[in-house]
């Protein structure tokens, strides 16, 4: 059985910091790449940070960029994402999704959450100002 479990979230001071995490199991790894995506109550869904557990490309959102730094564990089969100088408006419900696209030597991200096979239940992030 296929299953991603993000936790990490909760509630965090504007300017304070938060690592979620996505436990991946039922699937081989190192052969998808996870992204996290989040949505805050009536904005459409935004895919925020992705990583390749193939090569370790990584992807940014310019709205966390310099911000969050996502990274892979094989080992654990865990990808996190250190999200530091929180802004209310990262106030959203985060999830990670996996990825099965190859292309040229590795399984890449890509930003399109449809193109996703797998998905968390999600983690709730709360910045208060």
């Known amino acids: 059985e296929v299953q991603l479990v993000e936790s990490g979230g909760g509630l965090v001071q504007a300017g304070g910091s938060l690592r979620l995490s996505c436990a991946a199991s039922g699937f081989t790894f190192d052969e998808y790449a996870i992204g996290w995506f989040r949505q805050a109550p009536g904005k459409e869904r935004e895919g925020i940070s992705c990583?390749?557990?193939?090569?370790?490309?990584?992807y940014y959102a310019d709205s966390v960029k310099g911000r969050f730094t996502i990274s892979s564990d094989s080992a654990k089969n865990t990808v996190y994402l250190q999200m530091n100088s929180l802004k209310p408006d990262d106030t959203a419900v985060y999830y990670c999704a996996a990825v099965h696209i190859y292309y040229s030597g590795s399984y890449y991200c890509v930003t399109a959450g449809w193109e996703y096979d797998f998905w968390g239940q999600g983690t709730q992030v709360t910045v208060s100002s």
């Open positions: 990583i390749s557990n193939s090569d370790g490309d990584t």
